[in-house]
């Protein structure tokens, strides 16, 4: 664990990121189904029920970012659409 530290030490001082966390970002996403109706599953007490879902269904996804200073950005989302036509 010590050797990472140090690594991440080395490269915040390289990239002079050590006195400016405002310009340290984390940003990630998740998706959510918006037509998720899973069939009533049966199992015995000992198994974990598990939810299937068809590859078909309808995704949103969530963009979330914030700095290391506590600033957060505005959630992007982005909604299922058509493929992209190049000569648009």
Known sequence: MSKYFAELHSVLQQNDLLEAPER???IDETGFCTEHT???VVCGSECKPQAITSPRTRTVTIVC???AIGNNIPPFYVFPGKRWVDHL
């Open 24 to 26: 340290i970002y984390n």
């Open 38 to 40: 899973p069939p009533m």
């Open 65 to 67: 970012g914030a700095n």
